[in-house]
């Protein structure tokens, strides 16, 4: 399997941590969404010339929920909880992740490079950041659903480190998961690869 992912893209972090959860053998191929021929040559590949996309065979999908999901079975479900109603609450967490929290998205921009702490919010920033706090503040253990991770710690690391990028700190057992997951290894192993890919974008031998 081969997946390909992209710089300052929240869905290919989550996917590429799926990836290590799923313990799963997959070549990654990182694209410089900041590099012109890069663009071009990504379009050329990806289904709908986007990222994330994985490719096994013939079989493409370029969705990330829909990547999430065949790495679960290919991995005998790894991804998500073994008793049925946990299983179903994690799909339900992810697909919150996948349409919401509109107004984190927008305002926020993922980015790997330094950026001022915020400091005053929105109505609808405020809201969404309280949310978060209530769903952070349900987790169970160490990763949400207890001590082994699954896709709702894949798919809201990256908004864990969104917030703390700029600035925002949540409070109490919301907190300490928030800090859990921005310090967790593959978050940060994702986080790296695509910082290594972005510092290449900017050499010569990147246009």
């Known amino acids: 399997m081969q997946l390909s992912v992209g710089t300052d893209s929240t869905w290919s972090l989550r996917t590429m941590i799926g990836v290590k959860i799923a313990e799963l053998p997959v070549d990654l191929r990182v694209f410089a969404l900041q590099c012109?021929?890069?663009k071009s040559?990504?379009?050329?590949?990806?289904?709908?010339?986007l990222v994330p996309f994985l490719e096994d065979g013939t079989l493409r999908l370029h969705d990330s929920l829909a990547i999430i999901e065949y790495l679960?079975?290919?991995s005998g479900g790894k991804l998500y909880p073994t008793e049925q109603g946990k299983r179903a609450f994690s799909r339900s967490l992810c697909a919150e992740m996948h349409a919401g929290f509109s107004a984190l998205r927008q305002t926020m921009p993922f980015t790997l490079a330094d950026v001022s702490p915020l400091t005053t919010f929105s109505p609808a920033q405020t809201a969404d950041i309280?949310?978060?706090t209530t769903l952070f503040a349900g987790a169970e253990g160490a990763f949400y659903q207890g001590e082994k991770p699954t896709a709702v710690d894949a798919f809201y690391a990256v908004l864990a480190?969104?917030?703390q990028h700029y600035g925002v700190r949540l409070p109490g057992t919301a907190g300490r998961y928030q800090q859990q997951l921005v310090a967790w290894t593959f978050l940060q192993e994702a986080l790296a690869q695509l910082a290594s890919t972005t510092a290449c974008c900017h050499a010569e031998s990147c246009p």
Not at 41 to 49: A, H
């Open 130 to 132: 309280a949310r978060v």
């Open 161 to 163: 480190y969104r917030l």
């Open 41 to 49: 040559e990504l379009r050329s590949l990806s289904p709908t010339g």
């Open 72 to 74: 679960n079975e290919l």
């Open 36 to 38: 012109a021929s890069c």
